[in-house]
């Protein structure tokens, strides 16, 4: 058993990123709940008919410590002659207080999103977030408290995410709801998180995938293939190296034709900072020839930017099969693999890497620490003829321009 808690040690504790137990070394089963937020409380824990039982006995330093193992003591007696005090307490609060709603699964996932997850994170993660609870958490509790939602069950979720082939997501729905419940236990609405102790179901590692030129000429035959609004989409996303939800997202508004010009709005970007995208005379013409429907560039129905990127996916990789010799598919393929075949033929076609990195608007790598807070150089003519050199070559490639006049590149797959 650990030391006995001391009035002192407890007011000078600091609370640190996740909750934490501090066990009293004086009382068994007692002990010191910390939150993040800095909120103190007592709890007492033991076992009735052999299941582990928590009593809540209060905040401090309202039940001070002699306090709280005076109330600890007298509960460990109950238990001792066969009581459950946790039980009887919860039967009581269930009888005196009339149901509320505001801890039903769908009331706490909106109340997370608006009074947090807006408020703290950049508008394309808030986004995010709010999709993934409202796709995969709310339409299969609804009407359940959270605190009724147990650890097995959130296993369960995430091994059926896993099992239908989408074991990252199953990683970013354990995130978000684990970070939602957290925000629930130090609001009050319920007692314990459900995700605790509960690891990520699958892991990862960064990608380094880059198309070579064959693959990059016969997905590009391909987007052509299927047309609108994926075929010219993807191609954009070839000749940009921008990521898939800003170029899925672009507006009207953003684009100036006649200065060759995209620029991103900073609450559209993932780093929170504007970005200006020169447009080649590839991605430009691109651009002038598709039809506006909507604010959006990529829409079909004049209200949202384009879904179904799954869907666009399967059918490119459909078609590259069908035309290529035996049937054979692209080696496994996503589309931010995109972004990084263009910053790696951008460094073939000899531009120098932190021009690449403006152009993939990146704060790390030559931008990072203080390099980034004193360099304020906006790289607007080298990010210019970085795109132009990427486009032409592009262009040169799908084009079947003999090899004699394009610039060679040997991407590894």
């Not at 504790?13 to 709940?33: A, F, M, N, T």
């Not at 709890?43 to 905040?59: E, F, H, M, Q, V």
Request: with cysteine; proline share 5%; glycine share 8%.
């Amino acid at each position: 058993m650990g030391k006995a808690l001391t009035v002192r040690a407890i007011d000078t504790l600091k609370p640190g990123s996740s909750r934490r137990e501090i066990p009293d070394g004086l009382i068994g089963g007692l002990y010191l709940v910390v939150q993040p937020s800095g909120a103190k409380s007592w709890a007492c824990r033991y076992r009735a008919n052999g299941t582990p039982r928590k009593l809540t006995i209060g905040a401090y330093p309202g039940i001070d410590l002699k306090s709280a193992r005076e109330l600890a003591q007298r509960a460990l007696v109950d238990v001792a002659s066969g009581g459950d005090p946790a039980g009887v307490k919860q039967s009581a609060k269930t009888k005196a207080i009339p149901p509320s709603d505001r801890d039903l699964v769908e009331k706490v996932a909106a109340s997370f999103v608006e009074r947090y997850v807006k408020a703290n994170t950049r508008a394309s993660s808030a986004k995010e977030t709010e999709r993934i609870l409202n796709r995969e958490i709310t339409p299969k509790w609804k009407g359940r408290r959270l605190g009724s939602i147990t650890r097995a069950e959130i296993h369960e979720l995430l091994d059926g995410i896993v099992d239908r082939g989408s074991p990252i997501q199953a990683n970013r729905v354990l995130a978000a709801t684990r970070k939602m419940c957290a925000w629930a236990v130090e609001r009050g609405l319920i007692e314990a998180s459900p995700c605790d102790k509960i690891k990520a179901p699958s892991a990862e590692r960064s990608r380094d995938r880059v198309l070579s030129d064959a693959e990059l000429r016969a997905v590009w035959d391909a987007c052509g293939a299927i047309g609108w609004p994926f075929g010219p989409l993807v191609k954009m996303l070839a000749l940009t190296g921008q990521r898939r939800e800003e170029v899925g997202s672009m507006r009207w508004s953003e684009v100036d034709l006649d200065a060759k010009l995209w620029t991103l709005p900073r609450e559209r970007s993932k780093n929170d900072q504007a970005h200006t995208v020169p447009l080649s005379d590839p991605a430009l013409q691109m651009l002038k020839a598709l039809p506006h429907v909507g604010e959006f560039v990529f829409s079909t129905n004049a209200r949202n930017p384009v879904a179904g990127y799954s869907k666009a996916k399967i059918r490119i990789d459909a078609l590259i099969a069908e035309t290529a010799e035996g049937n054979a598919a692209l080696p496994a393929w996503v589309f931010h693999d995109l972004r990084r075949t263009a910053a790696t033929g951008m460094a073939r076609l000899g531009i120098a890497l932190p021009v690449v990195e403006k152009v993939l608007n990146h704060t790390s790598g030559s931008f990072g620490g203080i390099v980034g807070v004193y360099q304020r150089h906006g790289f607007s003519d080298e990010k210019r003829t970085a795109l132009e050199a990427w486009g032409r070559f592009v262009e040169q490639l799908v084009s079947g321009t003999p090899a004699g006049n394009v610039v060679e590149m040997r991407f590894a797959s």
